[in-house]
């Protein structure tokens, strides 16, 4: 299994920034995905879920300003994030729904004026 984050930066309030997620190693469409995050000081939490059939949902905090989704072809996930809040600096990590052991390297998003 191969996991890489990408798209992370130094964002205003308000600003937006879009993640993608590279895998490989495993059969990619018939798989559960998620975004997860990790801010300084704090667990690592679930953010957004997409199903292999491409439903999706996100936690409190973030809907109606983040959308997850996947594309099966280039083996891709994305997720989408507008209306960025100072409280979204994390790393951002993207895994299977269930996942095992293995973490791939995360991106940083960091929100600050």
């Known amino acids: 299994v191969q996991l890489q984050a990408s798209g992370g930066g130094l964002v205003q309030p308000g600003g937006s920034l879009r993640l993608s997620c590279a895998a490989r190693g495993f059969t990619f469409r018939f798989v559960d995905m998620a975004w997860y995050r990790q801010a300084p000081g704090r667990q690592r939490e679930l953010v957004a879920t997409?199903?292999?059939?491409?439903?999706?949902n996100v936690i409190d905090s973030v809907r109606g300003r983040f959308t997850i989704s996947r594309d099966n072809i280039k083996r891709t996930m994305y997720l989408q994030m507008n209306s960025l809040k100072l409280e979204d600096t994390a790393v951002y990590y993207c895994n299977k729904q269930t996942p095992g052991t293995y973490w791939g390297r995360g991106t940083l998003v960091t929100v600050s004026s």
């Open positions: 997409i199903s292999s059939d491409h439903s999706t």
